[in-house]
């Protein structure tokens, strides 16, 4: 055969062997790339999980960051809250022993434990105003000073007329008991007292008091009962007036009294100024009753508007599992 038919031969064995080594390649290349593909999506996916368990993480730390703040906010309330049931509770103990000693003075006082036979006895009858020692109320800290400057006045009854202090004289002549009457028809006050201002002097008692009954003639009442004396704060200032030429009867803060005609009274006085004081005291518990009722009623209104104790616990809760989740380890970085 000739020649280049051999050539032409070899020559093809080696392109089909050319064409299996690039196959052959191909092939390689193929499955690599096929790997490259597989390898890829799983990075994308792993990277993927990563980015989504980063983004939730933030989210879950955000999210405790507003948590805490919602938790911090109401601890400071409870703590409000419980600062405030605890008041309240001290609140309503107080009210409570206010009201049983109001409740014991008034009972004493109703009974007329501290007044005399007569005027205990007729200080309910028609016509009847009151007992001067209920119905006079001294400034605060002149009770002993006005108490000793009305001396046994503090038992005298106040009529609306003289024939209310007939019939109530008719009844104690029957049942027992004696009582002196001022009766508003026959009132006849010295004119008001006009001293020069001295040193100590605090005042006329007439104007150191007032009625606790509204609707009578209370300047005219007062002069009838305290018109003639005045009130210093001491016993020396008192006779430096008198011999300043002052005339008027004078009674001190202690309970001294220096009388017009130059009589000195003074020592101790058993229990001086606890007549107009026990009524003070009814008094001031009745209005500590009062402010006590007012501030319970606020902090019960106070007490409605906070969020219940379980809505603490509940946060808390949060709180809880959104820690224990960010403690779970994040996936590994692809």
Known sequence: PPRPLEDLRTQLRHLKAEEARLLA??????????RYLTETARYEERLKAYQEALAERTRLEEELAQRLEELRDLEGKMAERKRLETRLAELRAQAQGALREAERLRRLLEAGSDLHEGPRKVRKLPGVLGVVADLVQPEA????????ALGPRLQWVLTQDEEAAKAAIALLKREGGRAT????????????????????????????????????????????????????ADLDAALAYRR??????????????????????????????????????????????EQLAREIKALEEALASFLPHRRLEEARAQVGALQARLRSPLPPPP
Do not use: Y
């Open 25 to 34: 390649a191909k092939k390689r290349h193929e499955e690599a790339f096929r």
């Open 141 to 148: 800290g002149l009770e002993l000073a006005l108490e000793v």
């Open 181 to 232: 009457f001022l009766p508003l028809t026959l009132l006849s006050p010295p004119p008001p007292p006009s001293p020069p201002p001295v040193p100590g002097l605090l005042g006329p008692a007439f104007r150191l008091a007032r009625l606790r009954q509204s609707g009578l003639p209370e300047e005219k009442i007062l002069l009838a009962l305290l018109g003639d004396t005045l009130i210093f």
């Open 244 to 289: 300043a030429s002052g005339r008027e009867r004078v009674v001190t803060l202690e309970g001294e009294v220096l009388e017009r005609l130059g009589a000195l009274s003074g020592g101790r006085l058993k229990g001086g100024g606890e007549t107009l004081l026990l009524r003070r005291r009814l008094g001031d518990l009745e209005t500590e009753q």
